[in-house]
């Protein structure tokens, strides 16, 4: 198993630019999330999904866009990148048979000047 | 709202001894999971050990324990031989059981130094 995966691993983007972060599992795992980390601030959520075609809002949803159309896979759009955007991004799948142990990507450092 | 809160931003350990780091959470519900995640410079976030709230006994991964105490809402976490490759960032988290959602809550983390 590849596990969870991200691409891009860096992304440099302009304010204003869009892009779409990418997040697959091969585990089958019901539940995804994105989370941002910041310097002094830890994990923070920004949408989750407990199934295909179902998603939802975390602690900091704004300026973020997902969908979830496979079980596979779940984007996550920056419409209309800002520099407070300037941040680590994790993906999550969730094993919820073994007390909902998350599994991390790689991570996605993202740069907006 | 839940909260975690990781009161030491960064801790030291001498090769060989035994370090704790501190956690403690807020919450309302009665039924929740905790974990502890070392995140160290690759920044892959790694599981190291996870309670279920529902458990008195207190968790333990070889060389990792945790000190749950559910009424005072504290959940730390012993590192016992403490080992170079130790050196990381350690999250706390909290997880609602509740099936219907997906919300892990994090604390702000201990940055553990190791010393040989």
């Known amino acids: 198993n590849a596990g969870v995966t991200q691409t891009p691993k860096f992304q440099v983007l302009k304010t204003g630019q869009s892009m779409t972060l990418q997040c697959a599992q091969d585990?089958?795992?019901?539940?995804m999330s994105w989370y941002r980390q910041d310097p002094g601030m830890g994990l923070r959520l920004i949408h989750y999904?407990?199934?295909?075609?179902?998603?939802d809002q975390g602690e900091v949803p704004n300026g973020y866009n997902v969908s979830r159309s496979t079980t596979e896979d779940f984007p996550l759009r920056l419409l209309s990148a800002a520099p407070s955007q300037t941040s680590v991004y994790f993906c999550?799948?969730?094993?919820?048979?073994?007390?909902?142990?998350?599994?991390f990507g790689p991570g996605t450092r993202l740069t907006v000047t | 709202a839940q909260t975690v809160t990781q009161s030491q931003p960064e801790m030291s350990v001498q090769e060989a001894e035994t370090v704790t780091l501190s956690c403690t959470y807020d919450?309302?519900?009665?039924?929740?999971?905790l974990f502890w995640y070392k995140q160290p410079p690759s920044r892959q976030m790694i599981l190291v050990i996870r309670q279920e709230a529902y458990k008195q006994q207190n968790a333990t991964e070889n060389r990792f324990s945790v000190n749950f105490q559910k009424a005072a809402k504290s959940f730390s976490l012993k590192i016992s031989d403490s080992q170079l490759g130790d050196a990381a960032m350690y999250f706390c988290?909290?997880?609602?059981?509740?099936?219907?959602?997906?919300?892990?809550?994090f604390g702000t983390g201990t940055r553990l130094q190791v010393f040989p």
């Open positions: 919450t309302s519900e009665s039924d929740y999971y």
């Open positions: 988290a909290y997880r609602s059981a509740w099936r219907n959602t997906d919300k892990l809550i």
């Open positions: 585990m089958n795992h019901e539940y």
């Open positions: 999904s407990v199934g295909a075609g179902i998603t």
């Open positions: 999550a799948s969730t094993h919820r048979g073994r007390g909902y142990e998350q599994y």
